[in-house]
């Protein structure tokens, strides 16, 4: 099995081998599907992925929710909320954008 990190790549390796040119001639998504793509996926990573989406949400629910209760918040709730978003969404754009090259 050959890592493929885009389509650039796929697309070189289909015209320099001619034993995939045949393979892709006889059955296209038997012969991509040999492939395996550079973004992990394992349960592992869906978990951690899920968890920081939801974080994300659950503060943007609870910044919401603040906003509209006739309490006084205090300024280091907000500063933990923010700091907890900020967070979760540098993680998560670290996990999903590609590795440089």
């Known amino acids: 099995m050959q890592r493929v990190k885009n389509f650039m790549e796929f697309q070189k390796e289909l015209t320099t081998n001619a034993h995939l040119q045949q393979e892709f001639k006889d059955d296209p998504v038997k012969a991509i599907l040999q492939f395996k793509s550079s973004v ?28 509209f209760s006739d309490k006084d918040v205090q300024p280091t709730i907000l500063t933990l909320f923010t700091a907890i978003a900020s967070g979760s969404v540098g993680a998560l754009a670290g996990l999903l954008s590609p590795a440089p090259k």
């Open 40 to 67: 992990p996926d394992s349960w592992v990573y869906r978990v951690v992925v899920g968890s920081l989406g939801l974080a994300i949400l659950i503060v943007i629910a609870g910044v919401i929710l603040l906003s």
